[in-house]
Structures are given as C-alpha cells and as structure tokens.
C-alpha cells in the first residue's frame, strides 16, 4: 500500500484545528515565534477559522478576551515557548475573574531541553495553575492512531470544560521537537491511515446549560424569609444575564416592593423594561450616614459578582442583615460578609419562580413606606443630577459620560476602562430605553488591555463599538493601535486625557502633595495625537461639547478607527461630583425623611 510523507509535528496540529474547528470555534489570535510554527501553520492554512497576526502577545491575549466576550464562545490563543506564555497571563486572570471562555496554547521546548539551560525555555507546566479552568500536557506528538485521537480529545475536552463544565480559559502546552515546516518530512503513514485520523467525528456539544432548576422547598423558604423581612432590597451586580433576566427581576421587585440597585455596567439601565423601582442615583444619598440611618435593610439578594460604586460597595459591606446571593455557578460574590448563603441556579429561572409564590397585594402593602423611602430620595437625586451635571462647563469629565450615551446610536456597544470612567458611568447614567451593550474589564479591575479588548469586541460583535477611556489606560495599551490599523477595526475611542492617575486625588495620600504628584499621578505630559497619527487613525482634539457631538456623528462613518481626545482638569470634575454629592445629602437632610 502506498504511502506518503508527513510531517509529525504538523499533522499533530492540524488533527488539533480541525477538532476546534469542528466544536465550533471560530477565531484565534497568533503571536509569532518559531516553536508555535506547527500550530501557526495548522491555523493560518486552515479556511474555516479566522486567525489574526498580533505581534504583541499581551495585547493578543486581551483581543481574543474581546473577541470571546462578544460572541461567548471559545477563542484560541497561540503564543511561542518561554516569556511569550507568560504575556497571556494578564488577560487569562480577567476571563477567569469574568467567566470568558478562552483556549490558551503554548508550545513549548521538548522534555530533554527543560531544565538544562535551553535557550527560550522557562517551566510551562500548568503555569497559569491559579487562573485557569483545566490544563493538558499535549505530549510530544507522535504518527499513530492512539496518540492522534488524544489530540482529538484533549481538543473537544478544552471546548466543553472552558464554555460548559466550569466557563473561563484552559490552557494546553504543546511541547514540539524540531522539524517544525510541512515539507521537512518525519514520518510515513498510508493513504488510508491518513483519511482516518483527518475525518471528523461528529461532536454534540451542548451548550445549553440549562436553568439550574431550585427546589421548591428552598424557594418556599426564600418567599417566608422576604414576607418575614419586608424591608429588603435587590441588588444587580455586573455579570453577563440572559435576555429575559431583567423582566423577571422587575417583576420580583413589584412582587416584594423591594428596590432595585442596578449597576450601569450591568445592562439593566438599558433594557427596553424600565421600571421606577430601578434606582440609578444611589451612589449619591448613600454617603448620606442620615439616609442610610432609616434605610439598613433586613434582607439583601444579590445578583452578579460586584459594583461600580463603592457608595454602594461599602453600604452592602456595612449592613449585618442576611444576603442571598443568587448565580448559577454557586461563586461566593461577598467578600466581607461570611454571613450569606447562595443560591445555584440562574437567575431569570429564580425570579420567575419566586415571584408565582408571593402574594403581590400583601405584600406590596407592607413594603410601601420602604419603598417610596427609597424612589422619593431617588426622584429627588436624578433631579439635582440633570441640574448640576448635565449643564457643566466644558470639558467636565462625568458630563462626558453623559453626553456619550446621548449621542451614541440605538444597538452600539460601549466598552468602559477601570479607574473613573466606570465609575462615572454608574454615577451618571439614568434608566433609558435605547439598547447600548456595556462592555468592561471589571473580573481583575486592571486598566492593561482596554483598547485590545475593545477591538476585539468590535471585530467579533460586527456592531457599532465606543470605547470610553482614560489616559494612563490608553497609554498601557499603545500597541494595540496597530492591530486597529491592521484590520481597519472602525472603533471609536473618546480618550479622556488628564494627564495621569487622577483617581487617586479622592485618596488621604493626596494630602501629601510631593509624594503624591511623583508617585501616585505620575504625569506623563505626552501629546497622543502622534502617536496616534503614526497608526493610521483619525484624530480629533474636541473643544467643546457642540463639537464633541459633531464629531461623534462623524466617527461613526469613519473605516478605521478614531480618537476622540478631551483634556480635562481633573480636580474641577472632582470638585463637580463633590458638589452634587452634598446637594443631595443636604436636600435629604433640610427635609430629612420625608422629601416630597
């Protein structure tokens, strides 16, 4: 029987691909080197997976974050041997922290090379151990049909544990002896033995986690523990909920009369189902030590991970009353509170089962005086909102927030950086009815990657896609600019530019003004527009907030991707939030319980 020449190393990879493929997969993101030529090649030759070139393997590592994000699925990351690993690293702790399902690939040097002084070989056994889902050891590869199916397996394994089992990336080492290109032949195997380890099983992947149904017993609990403590509220955190989720919950909310306390990042400010017990103005009166006197709830369920506002933050860490915390992964989102229990099932199955066991007029009855405690101090705070912030001189950095989510279109996306433009965000944003999808690293809170991740939300989502960030984020994340120019990625970016890590000035160390400027602010003095320029993109310096409207409009018809830049003075944006804070601690305070 005839045979033919192979190459080991390659057929190994493409066994690798094409089960990926098959599972589903749809992207990859390759940065370059020599000892990933096998997978490399299998990637790039292969017509149903689109790979993309980026050098910087940090940067590669928060694009596929993006990518996965958008569609929520698996997206395979393939890097070289030695310190290119351990760039992915930073963008592996944010999907685990976030629940992003991404397969890490890493070749790596033969056993015979480890440990003796190899050049470009550090230790890449289960080197992401504390951040991961599940990790292979692929073994070296070999031209047999046991060794080829292990391949299959470990490829259709890494699918199902990183999006179904426990979601959140894997990592699979792939250790590879040269020769690494197609033609360099190793080994012979018949036409036959080829056909069969190349054709595809057919895989059932189940993607469908189903609702992780609650007992009715436990729900019956919950139910006599809300009608025993009317006075209670809901708590939406951010996580990724399904479409019928906030439906569900604003029915829970009538059902209960407990409020809502809806983080911006959440999504549920932007769902078509508003709702006047969804409050959006509590990072205001609740530095209100008054307000918050007459208002310790009794009971709290909380939904998603954590929060914007560490008003809020610090007002859930402060009460002594029992929470519920309610996921379909069980995770215990509560870090100072031991005191809570959780409920494993998904949320939009808990609120539909949970409101049919509540009696609504009873209930609502005893919850009145509770509830209006809560929507009158709202009324009163999103007022004092629209007049103090929404007519703030130019360029006032939370005004900007609000401006952008005026301007930008029905369906966008909006990718948010850490430090205060997310927390601007949940300040600044009221109940609206246009649909805008909130994107944001907030699993590790690190501002590495935002703009890598904000292109590969763009690229994979095919929608209209806004990054709000900030200058230091901007600056950390430079390189990506070029996959931006690369692949005509038409994001638009709104830098907010003042010049440094400004958060800090709400911290007792800026007290300490020498110390505080060199070491805290860093100031970096630098002019973005070259370097932007020097990429390909639009620039536009914005000069007033006529302007920045004009501009917006403008952006979106750009084919490559823009920077809106606004320099901003921090310590006047600092002095307007101050100031709204006290206006609505001193009108809850003259008028005290009673607002209207």
């Known amino acids: 029987m005839k045979k033919i020449k192979v190459n080991r190393n390659i057929l190994w990879a493409e066994t690798l691909v094409a089960e ?56 395979v990351l393939v890097c070289t041997s030695g310190t290119a690993a351990a760039e992915f690293y930073p963008a592996i702790i944010e999907a685990y922290q976030n629940k992003i399902p991404l397969i890490v690939c890493t070749a790596d040097r033969p056993p015979e090379l480890q440990n003796v002084g190899a050049n470009q070989t550090i230790n890449q056994n289960n080197i992401y151990k504390n951040h991961i889902r599940w990790f292979a050891d692929a073994g070296l590869p070999q031209v047999n049909k046991k060794r080829l199916n292990d391949i299959k397996n470990i490829a259709r394994r890494a699918v199902v544990e990183c999006s179904i089992k426990n979601v959140g990336p894997v990592h699979i080492n792939f250790p590879f002896k040269e020769p690494f290109e197609p033609n360099s032949f190793t080994d012979e195997i018949t ?8 054709s595809i099983s057919k ?95 009794e009971f709290m369920i909380q939904f998603g991970r954590n929060f914007s506002s560490k008003a809020l933050s610090n007002f859930i860490a402060d009460c002594s009353s029992k929470k519920l915390l309610v996921n379909k992964f069980g995770d215990w989102n509560n870090p100072k509170d031991k005191s809570s229990s959780v409920a494993v099932c998904d949320p939009e ?43 703030a001189s130019f360029p006032n950095e939370i005004r900007i927030v609000s401006e952008l989510i005026k301007a930008i279109p029905d369906g966008s996306n909006l990718m948010v950086s850490n430090s205060l433009p997310i927390r601007d965000l949940d300040l600044s944003v009221p109940l609206m009815k246009k649909r ?6 907030r699993g590790a809170s690190g501002i590495d990657g935002i703009t890598s991740t904000a292109l590969g939300i763009a690229q994979s989502s095919k929608r209209k896609t806004y990054l709000l960030t900030g200058d230091l984020a901007f600056y950390y994340d430079l390189n990506s600019l070029l996959t931006a120019k690369k692949y005509s990625i038409p994001l638009t970016i709104i830098l907010i530019n003042n010049n440094g890590g400004r958060i800090f000035e709400v911290l007792p160390i800026s007290n300490y003004k020498k110390i505080f400027e060199k070491y805290f602010v860093t100031p970096h003095d630098l002019e973005f527009k070259v370097f932007i320029q020097a990429y390909g993109g639009n620039y536009k310096l914005v000069k007033n907030w006529q302007n920045f409207r004009r501009l917006l409009k403008q952006a979106a018809n750009n084919n490559s991707f823009s920077v809106l830049e606004l320099k901003t003075n921090a310590v006047e944006s600092l002095s307007l939030r101050r100031k709204y804070f006290e206006k609505v601690i001193s009108t809850y305070n003259h008028k005290s319980k009673k607002l209207f």
């Open 20 to 75: 990926f493929v098959n599972a589903g997969v749809k992207y990859a993101c390759i940065s370059p080197g020599s000892r990933s030529t096998p997978l490399t090649y299998a990637f790039a030759t292969n017509k149903k997976i689109k790979s993309f070139a980026i050098i910087d393997e940090r940067s590669g590592g928060f694009f596929a974050l993006g990518l996965a994000k958008a569609i929520i699925y698996p997206v």
């Open 191 to 198: 036409q036959v033995e080829l056909k069969i380890i190349r």
């Open 203 to 297: 895989i059932s992947l189940n993607h469908d986690v189903g609702e992780n149904p609650i007992s009715k017993k436990t729900l019956q609990l919950i139910s006599k523990k809300i009608k025993d403590n009317p006075k209670g509220i809901i708590l939406i955190g951010l996580d990724s909920y399904a479409e019928g989720f906030f439906k569900e919950c604003i029915k829970l909310s009538e059902q209960t009369g407990y409020p809502i306390f809806a983080d911006a990042a959440s999504n549920m400010r932007f769902s078509a189902h508003t709702n006047q017990n969804v409050l959006t103005s509590y990072d205001s009166y609740l530095r209100s030590e008054k307000f918050i006197k007459y208002h310790k709830p």
């Open 349 to 391: 199955t808990f609120c539909r089962e949970l409101s049919s066991l509540i009696t609504h007029n009873a209930q609502q009855k005893n919850n009145k005086e509770w509830l209006n405690g809560f929507l009158e101090i709202e009324k009163a705070a999103s007022k004092i909102k629209r007049e103090i912030i929404e007519t």
């Open 436 to 441: 805008i999808t909130i994107f944001h690293n």
